[in-house]
């Protein structure tokens, strides 16, 4: 069985496999935020990022810096197929939970 | 002028880092900083922007120990508290080393995964003072849930309320020199054991 992903933890590899080559942190607390329509730490996104590639769901390599940057380098991440393997799950869970239910709810309460 | 967050404050979070994350997060947290924070905010509220996610990973590299450290002085008050006695001595042997002991490998594990000797320190002074907060929380819902006239008298022969509410904001700086000394093992030993 997959790996049981949180709702951020999702996030995180959705906008991992949307950024494609340029999923380095900050384009991907950028693409989260732009999703989730909020704010996010990056904090928060570097620590699911490093205990994403713990669980071998991503992995890194390191990319040039820039100037902006001055010079540090960017960590560019990956989705593994323990990665997507682990997304199929989560949304079949969620469509088991949704079968039946019509969305948005209405008349319920 | 400075076109960057406080050097301070990244010097803070070289300390809390592994040394090979710090490039990569600072390099993320500066490009943030430089090319949204900063043109939007104006450079004070930039700046406190970037202290605010320095503490964020501050606290996460601290908040276990923290936690590990609160639950021990609790644990002990509570046991003064409802196992009375008046021999102390082999209590306070086994809390003592319990406490050095966390503070310990807290400063060895963070200086490790930073390569810094400053780290040690750091951490147990963030650690100390977030126990402090833990611990003075935690003796007070004791007191909330055990405060019938029992408890009370063993309260006061274990060095009374005021005690027990007070050292936790004592142990902040012989932590902070435990969690030292640890720290200097843990860099050294990275700097002993480093691949050549």
Redesign the interface.
Known sequence: MADVLGTFEQAVLLATIRLADKA???AI?REIETRLGREV????V??TL?RLEDKGLLKSH?GA??P???G????YYQVQSKGVAALNDARATVEDLWRGLRWPLKGYV | MRTGPPHWAEALLRLFLKREVFATVSGDLLEQYRDSIHPARGRLRADQWYLTQVSGFVLRGARLWAALFAAAYVARTALDWLRPTTDFHARSEVSTALAAGILLVSGFWTAWRSGSFAAGAAVGLVTTAIAAVLSIGGVALLLAIWHDPATMTAIRGSGNLQESLVLPTFLILPGMLIAGVGGVAGATAKRLLRPV
């Not at chain 1, 730490?41 to 928060?44: C, D, E, S, V």
């Not at chain 1, 540090?72 to 960590?75: G, M, N, T, V, Y």
């Open positions: 380095y942190g900050r607390l730490a990056p904090g928060a570097h620590a490093e390191l810096g820039t902006i940057r001055a540090r380098p960017r960590r």
